[in-house]
């Protein structure tokens, strides 16, 4: 079993900061591809940002210049940092990987459970 738990999030003024975290865990040979999308109220999920081994990070128009997204292989962790919050970021934002299982060596798509980022204006 594979597992993405989230950290950060939270409610947040406009022109704020937020930072984002999660963690896989299980068993796994590898990842390709961490990242964040996220879900506004009535909306469909849509991408905000992902890492994928051996590329450039790919960003949503929306968040480009905003928002850094990083990773640490060792610790199997990805970070988004976003900066310059508006009251349309406010969503839910699911941690996403695809990962290669073992033993079977089958390649997974996995979600985390989701963190609320509220931000007033």
């Known amino acids: 079993q594979v597992q993405l738990v989230e950290s950060g999030g939270g409610e947040v003024q406009a022109g704020g900061s937020v930072r984002l975290s999660c963690t896989a865990s299980g068993s796994f040979a590898s990842i390709n591809t961490m990242g964040w999308y996220r879900q506004a109220p009535g909306s469909l999920r849509e991408l905000v940002a992902v890492?994928?081994?051996?590329?450039?990070?790919n960003y949503a128009d929306s968040v480009k210049g905003r928002c850094t997204i990083s990773r640490d292989n060792a610790k199997k962790t990805v970070s988004l940092q976003m900066d310059s919050l508006n009251p349309e970021d406010t969503a839910v934002y699911y941690c996403y990987a695809n990962v290669l299982r073992f033993p079977s060596l089958r390649w997974l798509e996995v979600w985390g459970q989701g963190t609320l980022v509220t931000v007033s204006s």
């Open positions: 890492s994928s081994t051996g590329t450039t990070a």
